[in-house]
T-cell receptor, first 113, second 109 residues
């Protein structure tokens, strides 16, 4: 099973709201990723978790807060977002260390009003 | 610095035509993946191909690591092949994927 699931598929939120995006994988992968993708652009890496520890934060604003409760789950908590944060948010996972293949979820399309 | 360049940026084909997409990369790699992003945003793994040649149905890919390029071949294209094709590379000494800007493919009936 090479599936990564994400919920919700779509999210509309106001600038004062707090919401969370969820990602789950059952492939035994120990590295998980959040990417942000704007229209007509490639995905941009936001965060990497390796063995449930945050290993890379690509200078993402603090209004985005990642969390990895266990090896299968990855959350992205959102607070006080701006309209320019509207984008497709993609989760991915991979096996740890050495060479590995990343698998992506279907994404959450976020609109900030 | 490290770079991934894809060409062409846009491609329009008639159904049934063949095409070749190219990915040039600037340094030695541990990992190279080709993805197809469908109109709903899903990134679908096509090939994991840091070197050599692989085939999957109408699609095949070749990576010549010593010359720093990879090619994706699509034969007998179908309208469902439309979307954006991304090449993504993990350069040696790095632990993350660097994406090219993609090739937007439109296959018309």
């Amino acid at each position: 099973d090479t599936e990564v699931t994400q919920t919700p598929k779509h999210l509309v939120m106001g600038m004062t709201n707090k919401k969370s995006l969820k990602c789950e994988q059952h492939m035994g992968h120990r590295a998980m990723y959040w990417y942000k993708q704007k229209a007509k652009k490639p995905p941009e890496l936001m965060f990497v978790y390796s063995y449930e520890k945050l290993s890379i934060n690509e200078s993402v604003p603090s209004r985005f807060s990642p969390e990895c409760p266990n090896s299968s789950l990855l959350n992205l908590h959102l607070h006080a977002l701006q309209p320019e944060d509207s984008a497709l948010y993609l989760c991915a996972s991979s096996s740890p260390g050495g060479t590995y293949e990343q698998y992506f979820g279907p994404g959450t399309r976020l609109t900030v009003t | 610095g490290i770079q991934v360049e894809q060409s062409p940026p846009d491609l329009i084909l008639q159904e049934g035509a063949n095409s070749t997409l190219r990915c040039n990369f600037s340094d030695s790699v541990n990992n190279l993946q080709w993805f197809h992003q469908n109109p709903w945003g899903q990134l679908i793994n096509l090939f994991y191909i840091p070197s050599g040649t692989k085939q999957n149905g109408r699609l095949s890919a070749t990576t010549v690591a010593t010359e720093r390029y990879s090619l994706l071949y699509i034969s007998s294209s179908q309208t469902t092949d439309s979307g954006v094709y991304f090449c993504a590379v993990e350069f040696q000494g790095y632990s993350t994927l660097t994406f090219g800007k993609g090739t937007m493919l439109l296959v018309s009936p």
